[in-house]
């Protein structure tokens, strides 16, 4: 991998920004009659400070460097290594037994929030985010407004109604590859209903689209292999155990993430999403098609540093990771040093 060459963009810090602003606020009010502010007249603020009317420059400013993320390939389509996840966006949290996580990150993703969030991983960078039907709307807005090449692979579901609605929804939306959410495709598996899948995919690929295939089981992948889906990529749940929250080996059961809930400390609790990542890891080394790992920060339990490390040299062709506006610059830049200095990577990149 080629180091990134490219300098951070100087920038005026944003203290030094409400700064100037406050003089300039200053300066309208000493150029006025003393009767007028004892009458309380309305200044404009954004005359004296005309940076809060211009957000594509407070973007700016909050982006701060651009960074030259390795791309790979699926299909015709150019990714970054480094792909936006969408669950934070959506307000699932995955945090464990905290009942209020999933509001909080409702309550902080308003639209305008969610528009900026786009903007500002594209100015940094990445070129690919996740999507789903329901947050779609967010992402067609911020085409529209801001101009956004960013490109979209939407997760579908498979409604027993219909198996292809969700499919169809997603490429009306304009979404650029599509795959089988993980949990989806895990239940199909789980309920031997493998032909199913088989069907959506290649629907999927008629209709002119790399088709993937999710999973939190490496049993999805095994299946899907046997059966000689024509998958074009996965996209697999991914992360060591070295955490804290992390239950017994000894307790973990195929098909039980995002599926199960027990109020007993040694077992799952939305706490793990690779019950067995030695044995992803394993499998994964034969399957010559890109994978894009995700939850590989583990919800939140893990740093980006030591999961995306992980993820990389353990296989991944790419990493989805949920971010926060305030997460942009630090989780991109710490991804683009991982992979300009990954040393034991032992699996071929197949992107």
């Known amino acids: 991998m080629k180091k990134k060459t490219n300098e951070p963009v100087t920038t005026e810090s944003s203290e030094s920004s409400l700064l100037k602003g406050r ?51 699926i299909g015709n389509l150019e990714i970054t290594r480094l792909i936006m996840g969408c669950n934070l966006i959506s307000g699932y949290a995955h945090a464990r037994d905290l009942v209020y996580a999933n509001d909080l990150f409702k309550a902080y993703h308003t639209e305008e929030k969610v528009l900026e969030t786009f903007r500002l991983a594209e100015m940094s960078g990445i070129n690919t985010t996740f999507t789903t039907n329901p947050n779609f709307h967010f992402f067609i807005k911020y ?21 292809y609605e969700d499919i169809n929804l997603a490429i009306d939306n304009g979404a650029r590859a599509l795959y089988i959410q993980g949990g989806d495709a895990d239940r199909h598996v789980k309920e031997g209903k493998i032909s199913t899948l088989a069907s959506a995919i290649e629907y999927i690929k008629k209709k002119g689209y790399p088709a993937g295939i999710g999973a939190h089981s490496l049993e999805v992948i095994k299946a899907a292999e046997k059966e000689s889906i024509p998958v074009d990529f996965y996209v697999k749940t991914f992360h060591h155990d070295k955490y804290w929250s992390a239950h017994p080996v000894s307790e973990r059961e195929e098909f039980s ?38 939850k590989v920060l583990a919800g939140g339990a893990i740093r980006p540093a030591d999961g995306f490390r992980f993820a990389f040299e353990n296989g991944a062709d790419f990493i989805c990771a949920g971010m926060f506006d305030f997460q942009l610059t630090s989780d991109i830049k710490t991804a683009c040093e991982v992979l300009s200095g990954l040393k034991n990577r032992q699996r071929g990149w197949y992107s």
């Open 257 to 294: 993430v995002d599926s199960r809930r027990s109020l007993d400390h040694n077992k799952i609790n939305d706490n793990m999403f690779d019950l067995f990542a030695e044995k992803t890891m394993e499998y994964m080394k034969g399957i010559k098609k890109p994978w894009i790992a995700f």
């Open 23 to 73: 003089r300039r606020i200053l300066k309208a009010l000493a150029g006025l009659p003393l009767l007028a502010i004892v009458k309380k007249i309305t200044v404009n603020v954004s005359d004296a400070y005309p940076d809060t009317a211009i957000p594509e420059e407070r973007l700016s400013e909050q982006a701060g460097q651009k960074f030259e993320i390795p791309k790979g390939r």
């Open 143 to 163: 085409l529209k407004e801001y101009g956004g090449k960013m490109q979209s692979i939407n997760q579908t579901y498979i409604r027993s109604e219909d198996i």
